[in-house]
């Protein structure tokens, strides 16, 4: 459970593929669908189907497998054969054993569980079952989840104790899919069994799989189905097992294209015998594989080891760091050799062709790989010292080797085998293939299993933290000791306007205050928007965070989560008494403390006020109006009469792209030598080249840091309780080739009744030098407060230009600031909020919103029409939207963005009587016209040498329209 790197396992049957690893995590996929949502996540290792166990005598809660609970087994085992994965756990005396695999005929899994009871007394338990459902290819999914989540509806079938699940499509090039889920046992069940498709009544809010409110005491399944927003499937069977007794549970999820099909399936496999026949025929085909690749149960172990790497990107089998840190290419840099950069690269360095049997034993493991659904780039680079027969010999050497195998027609295709010349490429690009490749091999440093077995070595020894079980960490904050005085609890605040129960407005209107428990969350999250015209972040009311430089969905610094249910808490503080042990969070997520939480979102900024054990906590999160930076300022209040050394951590998980997936490989973390900040930066990703983002603490000289989220969460970590929580020093590892995360702790020590402030700040820059001046510029309370009084100068004086009083007091409130505070900062600014993360213009949209701000802010304005208008083609149709800063975006032929145009400028013009804008000089975009039968096409247009007034754009935009 605690190995280095998750253990992967492979079950296939070419259509069906089962990903498992030892701690029970993976992915169910078909063709090139996904049925269960999945990310690649090496450190948590925490996305897959799932199985819990409860004991309704005692309430103890546990998995089959050790995901997703966490909880430790008096025995666990896991055994991988080919066809065929194993794990044996014994918890309170129950012997679970599960055997999974996935049927050659059909396309079905199957998790047969084993529950015998070796105890003195009957048991009375509930199995329940767990998936999260995608229907969708793997990017969709990850890419906007919410909006793929729309089109699964979901059907219960109790009488055949199953559950259906379909996508609707809307397009006839999509791929219709349905799935269905089964579970049966071999003894009737001592109740009714029940069922739910909705994740959020199963999780619960601000919750995890680790602990689903569906799994507390007394919890039920909901029942509901059909449309939800965000679909699973779980099914609950109640079974009673006396002393020395056994019962067979039988999990089943199988895919087709149709209802029908699924119901034929869920048919076949009500029995018994049909299901168990999937275990013998599963093991007889993996054998048959083998066979047909002339591997040995030895060489499937050796291919599954390697395909670790592949799957789960981290550092064991890539390049050496000295070279990663010497790319300054991006993802483009690989079309010159027709290869993607979208699939996993396998670089294969080859100086001597003529090891015949090491080439080979990579194509049988391309082509193992490829039966069971792990598509991979096998590129075989050739360094002949220039002699091109060495190419040609190495050619007709993986063409004789795939015949073997049947993929020999993989040759130089998406997926297959690739060979390259390594003299003819020049230096710099050498190194990218080898930077953007999840494994390096070279044929001059032993066999697989030698190279195997070095790296592993190399990679086990350095990170002892990384080692540690989620599980083992001793995270008091569960159920914190009040060893120093009972903090008074926040009392819900009163004479709010308009208070909904959880929360209303300030009386003033200029906050809206909100009391949450971790029992009594906001049913969604309630997000507060904090930016400028280059720099944002969006903050729940939980603490949840997401930040962007430049482009809110471009140039993520951390993550966008788009999850309502979890709320995803990637930007965390932590509180750490220093004598006991004991941490919590000055906000709700991601370590809740034991009373409540007053959140309150104001303009430009929010606070978060908490008081746990004798300490007060107020913390104000706010971006500055004219820098890419943001603040975090916590204030500490020793309420108790006993001096208390306490440390502060910050931490963040780096992006620095759109998707952690997709950037993570490329990131670099270092501590700036001049300022002692913790800097990343993101060479793959050329559109932001250079940028390098920062997290700084003022006294940062005291504080420990680290770069590297493995050794900061612990293997099978997660963020509620890190394994950096239970060490008085973070590891200070920070470099290239890490799970990249930035990290600082810094120690406070505060008197009986005393206050103190850490101040921490997270940015981006240009460039390295522009992030040191960034860092030296901002540092200081001064510097900090001095943010704070522009911030609130700015909104007061923008959102004060208009004021209205009305008898509605609903209406004087939003119209009063908060209508005005989304549309600019929100819609404008950011262009960003919780439910979609576009970082683009939409050249209808913002026009839109910019008529609202004729009054406040007419100076944005009039510059917002001049940008519209520079997006306007000659023709007079526009792109109807586009990505800053390059320009990339969609021209179609939606014919109401133009008529925006003229709209807009009429209406600015009309209020602020500024003619002069008429007659001001705008470029076209020079693009590729659509072709007949297209009704898009995103591309990145360049700037025309023809130029029109503003006034000459609005009647072109009339005319076209």
Avoid at 321 to 326: E, G, M, S, T, V
Avoid at 461 to 467: G, N
Wanted: glycine share 8%; proline share 5%.
């Amino acid at each position: 459970m605690n190995d280095a790197l998750p253990d992967v396992h492979l079950l296939s049957n070419d259509d069906y593929h089962l990903m498992l690893t030892s701690v029970g995590a993976g992915y169910s996929r078909w063709k090139d669908l996904a049925i269960t949502r999945w990310r690649d996540d090496a450190t948590c290792n925490n996305w897959g189907s799932f199985c819990y166990i409860r004991d309704l005598a005692n309430g103890h809660v546990w998995s089959t497998t050790y995901q997703p609970t966490l909880q430790r087994a008096d025995v666990y085992e896991t055994v991988f054969s080919e066809g065929l994965a194993i794990i044996r756990r014994l918890d309170h005396g129950l012997w679970i054993e599960t055997e999974m695999a996935v049927s050659p005929f059909d396309d079905v899994e199957i998790r047969k569980i084993r529950i015998s009871n070796r105890s003195l007394s009957r048991r009375t338990i509930e199995v329940t079952s767990y998936a999260e459902i995608a229907l969708a290819s793997s990017a969709a999914d990850s890419a906007h989840p919410a909006f793929e989540k729309l089109f699964l509806e979901t059907e219960i079938l109790p009488a055949r104790q199953a559950i259906l699940c379909a996508r609707r499509v809307s397009n006839a090039k999509d791929q219709p899919a349905s799935m269905f889920h089964l579970l049966q046992a071999s003894k009737p069940a001592f109740r009714a069994m029940s069922y739910n498709t909705d994740r959020a009544d199963f999780i619960g809010r601000g919750r995890t799989a680790e602990r689903p409110q569906a799994m507390e005491p007394g919890a039920t399944l909901s029942g509901r189905s059909g449309s939800v927003l965000d679909a699973a499937v779980s099914i609950r069977y109640p079974i009673e097992l006396d002393p020395g007794e056994t019962v067979v549970v039988r999990w089943l999820c199988g895919v087709a294209q149709t209802r029908k099909a699924c119901l034929q399936g869920i048919e076949r496999y009500q029995g018994d015998a049909a299901s168990d026949q999937i275990l013998t025929d599963a093991t007889r085909r993996g054998q048959a594989t083998l066979h047909r690749l002339d591997a040995s149960e030895a060489d499937a172990l050796l291919y599954s080891e390697l395909a670790n790497s592949l799957i789960y990107a981290n550092a064991s089998m890539r390049a050496a760091p000295n070279i990663l840190a010497l790319n300054t290419q991006g993802q483009s840099g690989l079309w010159a050799y027709a290869i993607s950069g979208d699939l996993p690269i396998a670089l294969v360095q080859v100086k001597h062709p003529v090891h015949c049997e090491w080439v080979r034993e990579l194509v049988h493991a391309h082509a193992y790989w490829r039966g069971h659904g792990l598509k991979v780039d096998m590129l075989f680079l050739c360094q002949g010292g220039g002699h091109t027969t060495h190419l040609a010999e190495l050619r007709a050497l993986l063409l004789r080797s795939g015949k073997t195998c049947n993929t020999a027609e993989l040759m130089d295709q998406p997926g297959g085998l690739w060979t390259r010349e390594a003299d003819a490429m020049p230096p710099s690009d050498r190194v990218l293939l080898q930077a953007a490749s999840r494994i390096v091999l070279r044929d001059d440093e032993g066999s697989l299993l030698q190279q195997l077995a070095s790296r592993r070595a190399a990679v086990a020894s350095p990170r002892v933290a990384a080692a540690r079980l989620a599980g083992d960490v001793d995270n008091v904050a569960r159920a914190l000791r009040q060893e120093h005085v009972a903090s008074p609890p926040h009392a819900p605040a009163h004479d709010l306007l308009l208070d909904c129960g959880m929360g209303g407005f300030s009386p003033d209107g200029r906050e809206y205050v909100i009391t949450i428990t971790p029992g009594r969350m906001t049913p969604v999250p309630w997000i507060n928007v904090l930016a400028n015209p280059s720099f944002g972040s969006l903050i729940s009311e939980s603490g949840s965070a997401s930040t962007w430089s430049e482009n809110a969905q471009a140039y993520r610094l951390t993550p966008w989560s788009n999850d309502p249910v979890g709320d995803a808490n990637t930007e965390a503080y932590y509180i750490r008494d220093e004598d006991s042990g004991q941490f919590w969070s000055p906000t709700l997520l991601p370590t809740a403390g034991g009373t409540p939480y007053v959140t309150r979102h104001g303009f430009g900024s929010s606070v978060f006020e908490h008081s746990e054990n004798g300490i007060e906590s107020v913390l104000r999160v706010y971006v500055a109006i004219d820098a890419p930076i943001k603040f975090a300022v916590l204030k500490l209040h020793n309420l108790s009469a006993d001096t208390r050394r306490l440390s502060v951590t910050a931490y963040v998980e780096w992006v620095l792209g759109d998707e952690r997936a997709k950037t993570g490989m490329q990131l670099r973390t270092e501590i700036d030598a001049s300022t002692g900040a913790v800097f990343a930066r993101n060479p793959y990703n050329t559109d932001f080249a250079g940028r390098v983002a920062m997290l700084d603490v003022d006294g940062i000289a005291s504080a420990s840091v680290c770069g590297d989220r493995l050794t900061f969460l612990g293997r099978n970590g997660t963020l509620s309780h890190p394994a950096a929580m239970s060490q008085t020093l973070l590891s200070g590892i920070v470099g290239v080739a890490l799970d990249p995360c930035a990290a600082i702790r810094m120690p406070i020590t505060l008197a009986a009744g005393q206050t103190g402030e850490l101040i921490f700040r997270l940015g981006a820059a240009q460039d390295e030098a522009a992030a040191v001046s960034l860092v030296q510029r901002w540092r200081g309370p001064t510097a900090a407060q001095s943010a704070l009084d522009a911030l609130e100068q700015y909104w007061a004086q923008t959102l004060g230009a208009v004021q209205v009083q009305t008898p509605d007091r609903a209406l004087d409130v939003l119209t009063n600031g908060w209508l005005l505070y989304q549309i600019l900062a929100c819609r404008l600014w950011a262009r960003t909020a919780f439910y979609q993360s576009s970082g683009a213009f939409g050249f209808r949209d913002q026009l839109q919103d910019v008529m609202a701000l004729v009054h406040a802010t007419p100076g944005l304005v009039r510059a917002h029409l001049l940008r519209s208008a520079s997006r306007q083609f000659p023709e007079g149709d526009v792109q109807h939207w586009w990505h800053p800063p390059a320009g990339r975006g969609i021209r179609t032929r939606c014919s109401d963005d133009y008529l925006w145009l003229p709209l807009a400028t009429c209406r600015y013009v009309q209020v602020t009587g500024d003619t002069g804008v008429l007659s001001e000089t705008v470029s076209f975009l020079d693009g590729t016209a659509l072709k007949a039968d297209a009704v898009s096409d995103y591309a990145l247009p360049t700037t025309s040498r023809h130029t029109a007034s503003l006034y000459a754009h609005c009647v072109r935009a009339i005319e076209h329209g």
